[in-house]
């Protein structure tokens, strides 16, 4: 299975080109495209409703969106109960009045993203192609960037959960029984870190985000940058480029979208300066369709252009 995300500022186009890409690859290939954008536009390209759930287009390709506010409370419930099972003993706390806030943590949304992301390419075999059609450039580098930052600090989670073990086996042999590993309130301590629920999972989210770090710096992964001919859309695609960059994430396309006889100049500007930030990476042109931006238009996804072509060139040829 190949995965592609395509990227970009808010308004440069990048979901309707994830969806052209969506749909011509469907000729072929089992496609799968999910709109992980709050803006959610996928279903207006198409032309169809999808409120947050799946829908089949067509024999080979199918719709989904991310209803990211519910993702984010289902992620939080699930931590709070793994919070609230795993330390039992500091119920007296009253730590409900912390969890009720945690809603308003940062991270939770990033958090939320990745794990649904982790669960499509786990769950979702059926398809050749995966397509996610992300956020715009802030909240997708940082939810890029989490799968890294995750590991090093379950390392660390690891290492004080150790030691945490080991001290409370030392007070266990002083106050309990050795033999039967029990303290005075008939709680039994494991020091078997095999034993020790909570080193297992730590070791089991360590696992998980060590596969989706594989995956997402493999061969079967590609990401394409969408920018515009104008100098904003420049900045803030130089910037997701070196964030790319610097996470050893795979940038394997940049296309130009929205280019008209009035801004090649600026175009052809925009394309060498990117290419010094992108050495190697090929750009693909894709014109202004006014017609497909008329009010009527309901097949936003049918541009003249090939797309589905370059990417399964870089697919296939990935090293």
Known sequence: MKILFSTGKGGVGKSTMAAAAAWQLSRDQRVLIISLDPAHNLGDIFGVTLAGGRKRFSA???????????????????????????????????????????????????????????????????????????????????FLALPRVTITWIDRLIQIRR??????????KIRGNPEEGTLDSGIILNYNEDDDDILRRLRVLKTNYETLTSIL??????????????????RESQ???????????????????????????????????????????????????????SRDATKLYEIEEDIASPLLFILNNAR
């Open 60 to 142: 080979n390709l199918h719709l989904g969106e991310v209803d990211l506010q519910q993702l984010s409370k289902e992620y939080l419930k699930r931590e709070i109960d793994v919070l609230s099972g795993s330390y039992k003993y500091l119920q007296t706390l009253n730590l409900d009045n912390y969890f009720s806030v945690l809603k308003y943590s940062p991270g939770i949304e990033e958090y939320a993203l990745l794990t649904s992301i982790e669960a499509t390419i786990r769950n979702e075999e059926d398809y050749d192609i995966i397509i996610f059609d992300t956020p715009p450039t802030g909240l997708t580098l940082r």
């Open 163 to 172: 030691k945490i073990l080991e001290k409370r086996y030392t007070i266990q």
């Open 217 to 234: 710096e493999g061969r079967d992964c590609a990401i394409f940058v969408v920018f515009n001919p104008d100098l904003l859309s420049l």
């Open 239 to 293: 910037r997701l480029v070196e964030g790319l960059h610097e996470l050893h994430l795979p940038l394997r396309l940049m296309i130009n979208n929205k280019v008209t006889t009035d801004n090649e100049a600026m175009a052809d500007h925009v394309e060498k300066t990117m290419l010094r930030r992108a050495e190697h990476i090929p750009v693909e042109r894709i014109a202004l369709h006014r017609e497909l931006q």
